[in-house]
């Protein structure tokens, strides 16, 4: 599986951005996606996930209430909706596909990787 994440750019507190990870292979579309994001001098994180169906989404405390995960299975993608943003949101944003049916916050519970693309929010 091959993953290309897009939309990151450079916005202002309070605004809104929409991340897009296109998965492309086999099986593409049969696993959870998960979104990571790496600010600065700090590790890795998770931000957000949800399983193959789309039905169920699980998101980082940080994220709740002004993200949306959501995903098209016909042009396998996932989207990353992003409100309210803040300067503590910049980073580069990583999509990741998980393995078997595993959609949670450890990064090694994610087998492909996409590029990365890069938020950052100013003040």
């Known amino acids: 599986v091959q993953l290309q994440a897009s939309g990151g750019g450079l916005v202002q507190a309070g605004d809104s951005l929409t991340l897009s990870c296109a998965a492309s292979?086999?099986?593409?579309?049969?696993?959870?996606v998960g979104w990571f994001r790496r600010a600065p001098g700090k590790e890795r994180e998770f931000v957000a996930a949800?399983?193959?169906?789309?039905?169920?989404?699980y998101y980082a405390d940080s994220a709740k209430g002004r993200f949306n995960i959501s995903r098209d299975n016909v042009d396998n993608t996932v989207y990353l909706q992003m409100g309210s943003l803040k300067p503590g949101d910049t980073g580069v944003y990583y999509c990741?596909?998980?393995?078997?049916?595993?959609?949670?916050?450890?990064?090694?519970?994610?087998?492909?990787w996409g590029q990365g693309t890069l938020v950052t929010v100013s003040s």
């Open positions: 990741a596909v998980g393995r078997g049916s595993y959609a949670g916050s450890s990064s090694s519970g994610y087998q492909y």
């Open positions: 292979g086999r099986d593409a579309g049969n696993y959870a």
């Open positions: 949800t399983t193959w169906s789309g039905r169920n989404s």
